[in-house]
């Protein structure tokens, strides 16, 4: 009886391991994919914006939730089809794209997460320079087998805001 009751211990112990081996498991897959959505995602931004013939508005449904809102550098807040817009309108205008994303953080807690990264975007837009240091924070739900972002807040520093007032001065002068 006393040596049953100690392998009853043992396989249950052995049973308790292998499913926490298997969560923190998932939970390192879970991580990874939305790492590599994130990098992903960057990645066919950045071709976008240097010329790729890459539809934009199917990209970001592919990655975000459609009803969300953004909050963007400036503080404001706007649906993603305004993000979509303004994406469209800029790239145009775009030369020389860069980013890269540093101090990538991810979370998973069973079916939602976040992502925290700085977010290094350089390039020119009508000719003048911009380098943006942009920390992001994405919210994201299970999807199924897969993830999406159900919220995204960006932050920018004072030397980035100072560089959207000059372009904003910019253009307004040449209209």
């Given at each position: 009886m006393k040596?049953?009751?100690t392998a009853c211990l043992i396989v249950l112990a052995s049973c308790e391991s292998k499913e926490a081996k298997e969560q923190i498991r998932t939970v390192a897959q879970d991580e990874s994919m939305i790492r590599d959505m994130i990098a992903?995602?960057?990645a066919q931004l950045?071709?976008?914006c240097?010329?790729?013939n890459i539809d934009t508005d199917s990209l970001m449904d592919a990655y975000y939730e459609t009803n969300i809102y953004y909050?963007?550098?400036w503080g404001w807040s706007?649906?993603?089809d305004t993000t979509k817009a303004r994406l469209q309108k800029a790239i145009p205008r775009i030369k020389d794209f860069?980013?890269?994303i540093e101090k990538l953080e991810v979370k998973v807690y069973g079916d939602g997460a976040y992502a925290s990264f700085i977010l290094r975007q350089n390039y020119t837009v009508d000719g003048a320079l911009l380098e943006e240091y942009l920390p992001t924070t994405l919210i994201f739900e299970r999807r199924g087998e897969g993830w999406k972002i159900v919220h995204a807040h960006r932050s920018t520093d004072y030397e980035t805001f100072q560089q959207y007032i000059a372009l904003q001065l910019k253009?307004?002068?040449l209209r």
């Amino acid at each position: 009886m006393k040596y049953a009751l100690t392998a009853c211990l043992i396989v249950l112990a052995s049973c308790e391991s292998k499913e926490a081996k298997e969560q923190i498991r998932t939970v390192a897959q879970d991580e990874s994919m939305i790492r590599d959505m994130i990098a992903s995602l960057n990645a066919q931004l950045a071709k976008a914006c240097n010329g790729a013939n890459i539809d934009t508005d199917s990209l970001m449904d592919a990655y975000y939730e459609t009803n969300i809102y953004y909050i963007t550098p400036w503080g404001w807040s706007e649906p993603l089809d305004t993000t979509k817009a303004r994406l469209q309108k800029a790239i145009p205008r775009i030369k020389d794209f860069e980013n890269r994303i540093e101090k990538l953080e991810v979370k998973v807690y069973g079916d939602g997460a976040y992502a925290s990264f700085i977010l290094r975007q350089n390039y020119t837009v009508d000719g003048a320079l911009l380098e943006e240091y942009l920390p992001t924070t994405l919210i994201f739900e299970r999807r199924g087998e897969g993830w999406k972002i159900v919220h995204a807040h960006r932050s920018t520093d004072y030397e980035t805001f100072q560089q959207y007032i000059a372009l904003q001065l910019k253009q307004e002068a040449l209209r």
